[in-house]
């Protein structure tokens, strides 16, 4: 469409950009509701426990390195992997009581 010129101001692109963005996300929102309910609720969170203990065979691999970047990086990994852990127990034991709790943290996890 052309109208007044909006093509020339670059407006026109901003417009396409706020149309695509609500396709993204809702998108990216029913990704993310099946990756909780379908995926990981549905076998109690084994799969992503055993994504964890892959995870934390990296970070022995990284302490057995010795260096000081590898022992940074291995440090934080481990934080994630165990928050992961802690969400992924969250997950398993809430989605039937409290689905609203489980599914509104979809996105992010």
Known sequence: RRVHGIEETGAAQYY?????LTIYEGTTAIQ??????RKTARDGGQTARGIAAQIEKTE?????QGGSAAKT???RLKAAREAFVDVV????????????AVFAGSVPY
């Open 73 to 75: 990086v291995a440090k």
């Open 89 to 100: 127990a969250f997950v398993a034991g809430n989605t039937k009581a409290s689905p609203n």
């Open 16 to 20: 396409r950009d706020a149309k695509i």
């Open 60 to 64: 022995a691999a990284l302490l057995k």
């Open 32 to 37: 993310a509701n099946d990756l909780v309910g």
